[in-house]
T-cell receptor, first 115, second 111 residues
């Protein structure tokens, strides 16, 4: 039974297109995150939602828009895709943001390739 | 200079070896230190979690933090081929719990 799931697993698209990635967690967690892992393997936080409210918004182009319809889901919509958006995008969730022993559980990742 | 430095490897060792993985950091406000393991084409999973300086042991894994030197280590005893993965260190400040990750060290344990 998958704890954090993402769809699609792979996404290949042309520059300029708009695409969405979906994330769902069945752990009952309050907080969800989007991370980007580039080709050099650096994992960087993009957004975080706590109880459907945006709490972290790192320096990310406004072409990226997260949406949390409920606590169990956090989707990422990307407009006007660029070559530099090619990366692996990871969704994660945790029990409660801001607690010292909060553990993040990661999804399997969505490998986005922009041609 | 990045906040967290980690040698990307790859580090190749024979089965049974003791493995030492390390990270250095520049932000003295970091208080929480983590090691994640990431298998190929999978998401990272938390291995070890340490607060402040000291050692923590869990089975074959030992995490060490030396805050005075801004240096953390993960030791793996009796390494197994199933330990082959990328190991990412991560750390965060007390008041803000979003971790800053190192780029990961690729470990290959060959039979």
């Amino acid at each position: 039974d998958t704890a954090v799931s993402q769809t699609p697993k792979y996404l290949v698209t042309q520059m300029g297109n708009d695409k969405s990635i979906k994330c769902e967690q069945n752990l009952g967690h309050d907080t969800m995150y989007w991370y980007k892992q580039d080709s050099k393997k650096f994992l960087k936080i993009m957004f975080s939602y706590n109880n459907k409210e945006l709490i972290i918004n790192e320096t990310v182009p406004n072409r990226f828009s997260p949406k949390s319809p409920d606590k169990a889901h956090l989707n990422l919509h990307i407009n006007s895709l660029e070559l530099g958006d090619s990366a692996v995008y990871f969704c994660a969730s945790s029990q409660a943001y801001g607690t010292s022993t909060d553990t993040q559980y990661f999804g399997p990742g969505t490998r986005l390739t922009v041609l | 200079q990045k906040e967290v430095e980690q040698d990307p490897g790859p580090l190749s060792v024979p089965e049974g070896a003791i493995v030492s993985l390390n990270c250095t950091y520049s932000n003295s406000a970091f208080q929480y230190f983590m090691w994640y393991r990431q298998y190929s084409r999978k998401g990272p999973e938390l291995l070890m979690y340490t607060y402040s300086s000291g050692n923590k042991e869990d089975g074959r894994f030992t995490a060490q933090v030396d805050k005075s030197s801004k240096y953390i280590s993960l030791f793996i005893r009796d390494s197994q081929p199933s330990d082959s993965a990328t190991y990412l260190c991560a750390m965060s400040e007390g008041g803000s719990y979003i971790p800053t990750f190192g780029r990961g060290t690729s470990l290959i344990v060959h039979p």
